[in-house]
């Protein structure tokens, strides 16, 4: 007893040390990026200018190579166009805008390293002479065609360290790897703009280069599905509100009023979160990841909705009923039309023949099993693997294994090995 | 330029920092060696050595040549990684002493789990500074293996760590035992095998650092027992390894120390 009394106030004082870590984004205002004389890229210079480039200034921060791709998102009748350049090293990303200034071709950009905190900064030009006359052609692009150059900085600072890019190739052709993102796009200890499971992850997406996000998927007291992982209301998830416990203790109109995600959001439902895909993003999977353990109709109600909404929008999402345990599996095979109803198993391969499911989706810590993945993918099924994060472990999944799509916190590192493929 | 103390850093000062805070602490740990070495020696001349049973007190142990500890320590890992489950991993702890020569000894110790184990050893010298006060310092090298053939893991992982570190004890006129120690983690190498693909991290690096607070005390007859306090702030914790965080953070992992000094 006397030990523990002088043990308690040493642990008080030094768990009160314990640093919180932040990444928030720097101010990316840039007053000639946003005067009145510019315009908006092109589609199709946008196309043109994707590729795979070499850094000749900056491979401290991004590696040798990197890959630039641009994506948009719809709300609306309007559509944004973002930049992102994946990178190979330090789990690194650049995301913004482009807008021409005079021949000019203007990139406003931040960076983010995500294995720590890495932030900062990132302006960069392709003169005329540089490139637009390149991506302004009908010319394939040859080797250091176009080159981006500018600077990035760190933290709020200006940019005053040099950064340069030369095209070296096109992205990597048939490239049908699907890199699905982790809760829309990361975890909150991934230090994101957006909070985890949020429509605003969703729309963030894209430009992390995912073509699919993993949500997860619990049940509000009175039915309504809301997209959001923890079993219970906790402050790594939202912001402090005086609730707590289950998240299925409180209706949704509890949550929709009083709780806030950690950046701000709310609670998105089931519905909005498809609505958001189907409707402003050009995401293809949806792998819906069922926390709940009662009856699934509800969900394949709305799952039915949405499919049948993203084909009439002219628009193949598939939308997956993800079946992580024997509980959620007895219950989807309990649904009377569950060999139509598209879903994604976890489970054993006879599971997944059982359940009829698209993909098989292994964890990724039983290794390549390529064996197994031929074999789901003689059924004419889809193998996707869960939660790949590990750098080293990426590259060898992409280069050995033969999974047609990887989960992962981090789709930024994925999407590079997939277009950066020789 | 280095960039200023601050944890929001540019990641090429990560990779230069790295080297240079573990030349730095190298050389505060051989200082701080170099200069207590004659302090001790002057004070320890005239200090009576005294009888104590304390497995972490710094103690120069002439009356002990072996001691014995059975207990538990419990790692707790961080939210950023389990998230809403915080895991509390409890490890069997096997502690031996034994004394060598003029305040010489050897320190070994097992942290048993079962699929991952933890084997130590290394030597420590101490000194008394004076009557309350002692000191020692010493290096340990550790081993760790485990092994996870269990649902939805076909993992193994095998790793070699080194633990320099300074003691601090204060001898209380009731004969409780305080023990303040510092000691930086530094992960030689590790190896990970995920079904049949294995990755080898040569790393080499200060990973983090722990401190621990231990008080030790009679407890039965002419038996002592420790409780120690352990907060390790490091980027790799072995006892975690088949969580495969990705974070080059430093995160605050608890450990408790209970133990039952034979």
């Known amino acids: ?422 | 330029m280095d960039h200023p103390l601050t944890h929001r850093v540019h990641p090429a000062w990560y990779a230069q920092s790295f080297e240079k805070r573990r030349s730095a602490l190298r050389s505060l740990m051989v200082l701080a060696s170099v200069a207590f070495v004659p302090m001790a020696r002057l004070v320890a001349q005239d200090t009576a050595v005294v009888h104590n049973l304390g497995m972490f007190f710094p103690d120069r142990r002439e009356h002990d040549p072996w001691n014995l500890s059975l207990g538990f320590v419990t790692y707790t890992t961080h939210e950023d990684i389990t998230e809403e489950v915080r895991v509390r991993i409890p490890a069997l702890d096997v502690h031996v002493l034994r004394h060598l020569h003029k305040g010489f000894y050897l320190d070994g110790r097992l942290l048993a789990q079962g699929v991952q184990n933890h084997v130590s050893a290394g030597f420590r010298w101490a000194t008394h500074l004076n009557d309350q006060f002692t000191f020692s310092v010493g290096d340990d090298v550790a081993y760790w293996r485990g092994n996870l053939p269990i649902q939805g893991f076909d993992c193994k992982a095998r790793g070699w760590m080194n633990y320099p570190g300074l003691s601090f004890g204060y001898r209380s006129k009731r004969d409780l035992l305080f023990t303040l120690q510092a000691r930086m983690l530094i992960t030689t190498n590790y190896e990970v095998l995920v079904g049949d693909r294995k990755r080898t991290y040569n790393t080499d690096r200060v990973s983090g650092s722990a401190y621990s607070f231990y008080v030790e005390q009679p407890f039965f007859k002419r038996s002592y027992i420790t409780l120690g306090f352990t907060l390790a702030y490091t980027n790799f914790l072995w006892a975690t390894w088949s969580l495969f965080e990705t974070f080059d953070r430093n995160l605050l992992y608890p450990q408790i120390t209970t133990a039952l000094i034979l």
């Not at chain 1, 000749?56 to 791709?69: N, R, Y």
């Not at chain 1, 792998?287 to 699934?296: A, E, V």
């Open chain 1, 1 to 422: 007893m006397r030990s523990a009394l002088h043990i308690a106030p040493f642990l008080l004082l030094l768990t009160a040390c314990q640093k919180e870590y932040e990444a928030p984004l720097p101010n990316t205002s840039w007053d000639l990026f946003s005067s009145t004389g510019t315009t908006p890229v092109d589609t199709r210079a946008q196309g043109r200018m994707e590729g795979v480039y070499a850094v000749a200034q900056g491979a401290d921060l991004v590696g040798d190579e990197v890959v630039v791709k641009w994506s948009s998102t719809q709300v609306g009748m309007d559509t944004t166009y973002h930049v992102s350049i994946f990178c190979g090293t330090n789990i690194a990303y650049l995301s913004g805008e482009g807008r021409y200034l005079d021949s000019t071709l203007l990139l406003n950009m931040y960076w983010r390293t995500l294995a720590n905190t890495g932030t900062g900064l990132c302006r960069l030009t392709i003169t005329y002479g540089g490139g637009v006359r390149a991506l302004w052609s009908n010319e394939p692009l040859g080797a250091d065609s176009v080159r981006i150059t500018g600077a990035y900085g760190i933290d709020a600072d200006l940019p005053d360290r040099p950064f340069t890019l030369h095209y070296r190739r096109p992205l990597a052709q048939a490239n049908d790897l699907v890199v699905l993102a982790h809760r829309c796009g990361g975890r909150n200890s991934d230090l994101l703009p957006a909070s985890e499971n949020s429509l605003e992850m969703i729309r963030l997406a894209p430009r992390l280069g995912a073509t699919g996000v993993e949500m997860d998927v619990r049940l509000t007291s009175d039915g309504v599905p809301v997209i959001y992982h923890d079993e219970t209301l906790n402050d790594r998830t939202i912001r402090p509100c005086g609730l707590f416990g289950p998240i299925g203790n409180y209706s949704y109109a509890q949550l929709n009023g009083l709780v806030r995600l950690i950046n701000g959001e709310r609670i998105p439902t089931l519905r909005e979160a498809l609505a958001a895909v189907v409707n402003e993003t050009p995401l293809a999977y949806v792998w819906m990841d069922i926390k709940l353990t009662g009856s699934l109709e509800v969900i394949r109600n709305i799952q039915r909705e949405y499919i049948t909404q993203a084909q009439s929008s002219g628009r193949d999402v598939h939308i997956l009923i993800g079946l992580p345990a024997q509980e959620q599996l007895s219950n989807f095979l309990a649904l009377p039309d569950h060999a139509n109803a598209p879903s994604l198993c976890e489970l054993e391969i006879s599971d997944v023949q059982a359940a009829n499911s698209e993909v098989w989706a292994p964890r990724w810590t039983l290794g390549l099993q390529n064996a197994e993945v031929a074999q789901v993918h003689g059924q004419g099924r889809k193998a996707f693997v869960w939660t790949l994060d590990q750098p080293d472990y990426v590259q060898e999944f992409m280069q050995a294994g033969n999974f047609d799509g990887i989960l992962s916190n981090y789709p930024t590192l994925i999407a590079y090995h997939a277009y950066a493929r020789p």
